[in-house]
């Protein structure tokens, strides 16, 4: 595992891009119309964005995984993030949708600990090596560099058939939100 850089940008955009094209929880931030996939796009690069500046990117050494890590508590508002968030809004969302978003926003921050830890936030394989156990190596390596890092792992995911997967791994889910869907919060506490 090797940290991305901004040259990866479009390589892990484009393995996020088309890891959560069917997701439930990305297609109800994404505004649904016929721009849907480019939205999902330039919601995949907000997010590389944010991870890259906030957190950690990390990619697979064969480069068919990756992963977003934010961390809240070093994340700061300039006048670079409020362009990123204006950016999002208009070209992700929608502003007739915003306020329905940020309310999604608010139920899932409000079970996140007050104490730093690492927000898993996207996670994907490339598609066409899915199934190949890329994915369980590679959490394998991001979980450890968590716990070096001595930080709590959260996520999220409204995909049952992900939950065996990620309990295999330690995680528990701590929480559920009815949204138009369930959305499972999981979390990994260091042994």
């Given at each position: 595992?090797r940290r991305?850089?901004?040259n990866?940008?479009?390589?892990?955009?484009d393995i996020l891009?088309?890891?959560?094209?069917?997701?439930?929880?990305?297609?109800?931030?994404?505004?649904?119309?016929?721009?849907?996939?480019?939205?999902?796009r330039?919601?995949?690069?907000?997010?590389?964005?944010?991870?890259?500046?906030?957190?950690?990117?990390?990619?697979?050494?064969?480069?068919?995984?990756?992963?977003?890590?934010?961390?809240?508590?070093?994340?700061?508002?300039?006048?670079?993030?409020?362009?990123w968030?204006?950016?999002?809004?208009?070209s992700?969302?929608?502003?007739?949708?915003?306020?329905?978003?940020?309310?999604?926003?608010s139920?899932?921050?409000?079970?996140?600990p007050?104490?730093?830890?690492?927000?898993?936030?996207?996670?994907?394989?490339?598609?066409?090596?899915?199934?190949?156990?890329?994915?369980?190596?590679?959490?394998?390596?991001?979980?450890?560099?968590?716990?070096?890092?001595?930080?709590?792992?959260?996520?999220?995911?409204?995909?049952?058939?992900?939950?065996?997967?990620?309990?295999?791994?330690?995680?528990?889910?701590?929480?559920?939100?009815?949204?138009?869907?369930?959305?499972?919060?999981?979390?990994?506490v260091?042994?």
């Amino acid at each position: 595992m090797r940290r991305a850089t901004v040259n990866d940008r479009p390589l892990v955009v484009d393995i996020l891009k088309k890891s959560f094209n069917d997701n439930k929880s990305v297609n109800d931030v994404v505004k649904q119309d016929r721009k849907r996939k480019h939205r999902i796009r330039r919601l995949m690069e907000y997010s590389f964005d944010l991870c890259n500046a906030f957190g950690e990117v990390w990619m697979s050494e064969d480069l068919q995984a990756c992963a977003l890590i934010l961390f809240e508590d070093k994340k700061r508002t300039s006048l670079r993030t409020i362009l990123w968030d204006l950016k999002l809004a208009f070209s992700v969302i929608g502003l007739n949708r915003v306020s329905a978003v940020l309310k999604r926003e608010s139920m899932i921050k409000n079970h996140h600990p007050k104490n730093p830890f690492a927000y898993l936030w996207f996670i994907g394989v490339s598609p066409s090596n899915q199934n190949k156990g890329i994915g369980s190596s590679f959490i394998q390596e991001v979980i450890q560099e968590c716990d070096r890092k001595n930080r709590p792992i959260y996520l999220e995911t409204s995909t049952k058939k992900n939950i065996p997967f990620y309990q295999k791994f330690g995680f528990e889910i701590f929480q559920s939100l009815n949204l138009n869907y369930t959305l499972y919060q999981l979390r990994k506490v260091k042994a």
